[in-house]
T-cell receptor
Framework: ETGVTQTPRHLVMGMTNKKSLKCEQHLGHNAMYWYKQSAKKPLELMFVYSLEERVENNSVPSRFSPECPNSSHLFLHLHTLQPEDSALYLC?????????????FGPGTRLTVL | GDSVTQMEGPVTLSEEAFLTINCTYTATGYPSLFWYVQYPGEGLQLLLKATKADDKGSNKGFEATYRKETTSFHLEKGSVQVSDSAVYFCALSDRPGRGGSYIPTFGRGTSLIVHP
């Protein structure tokens, strides 16, 4: 595998379910990001991890819980979601510092909350 | 705070037409500027970037010039193809935030539709 991978690519869940999204980067980067992309809305940055430490949390509801066990893996744990949480969830990675500020995105997980 | 403003879409063109997508920005420092492209069913991918004033980024026939005096980074292509149909995002990255990670600022995206 190369680049940034995300699984699953599609997820349908009920409001009472618990599920997790997984992101893995094979680029040797040390910063990882979760974004939410909804129709007709700007891209929303949710969380940022740098060297496995959470450095940004943009007022995201607690029903979204991120986890970064190492610099290659990022998870987004979901529980008791609402229908308005249906969106494309994108993971990205970048290199910390040194001007290497390009974001590398995965293909996204299309989430539908019923 | 930082902000990026893009022209609203969709932009609809015929194949081989000239493309311009306008982008202006507000930043406190000297940001790097980017254009990302998102094809249907995919994530965003870097199209081109420029890191300082008067730099020109180019890729796949697209180009954009970093204009500090007008705080702009307009995307252009001389002859679009049907395969260029996608959503284009202008973005900036100002300086490392906490922990050294870069926190980018994205525009709202501009949808481009190219007809044969």
């Amino acid at each position: 595998e190369t680049g940034v991978t995300q699984t699953p690519r599609h997820l349908v869940m009920g409001m009472t379910n618990k599920k997790s999204l997984k992101c893995e980067q094979h680029l040797g980067h040390n910063a990882m990001y979760w974004y939410k992309q909804s129709a007709k809305k700007p891209l929303e940055l949710m969380f940022v991890y740098s060297l496995e430490e959470r450095v940004e949390n943009n007022s995201v509801p607690s029903r979204f819980s991120p986890e970064c066990p190492n610099s290659s893996h990022l998870f987004l744990h979901l529980h008791t979601l609402q229908p308005e949480d249906s969106a494309l969830y994108l993971c990205a990675s970048s290199s910390r510092g040194g001007g290497m500020d390009t974001q590398y995105f995965g293909p996204g997980t299309r989430l539908t909350v019923l | 705070g930082d902000s990026v403003t893009q022209m609203e879409g969709p932009v609809t063109l015929s194949e081989e037409a000239f493309l311009t997508i306008n982008c202006t920005y507000t930043a406190t420092g000297y940001p790097s500027l980017f254009w990302y492209v998102q094809y249907p069913g995919e994530g965003l991918q870097l199209l081109l970037k420029a890191t300082k004033a008067d730099d020109k980024g180019s890729n796949k026939g697209f180009e954009a010039t970093y204009r500090k005096e007008t705080t702009s980074f307009h995307l252009e292509k001389g002859s679009v193809q049907v395969s260029d149909s996608a959503v284009y995002f202008c973005a900036l990255s100002d300086r490392p935030g906490r922990g050294g990670s870069y926190i980018p600022t994205f525009g709202r995206g501009t949808s481009l539709i190219v007809h044969p």
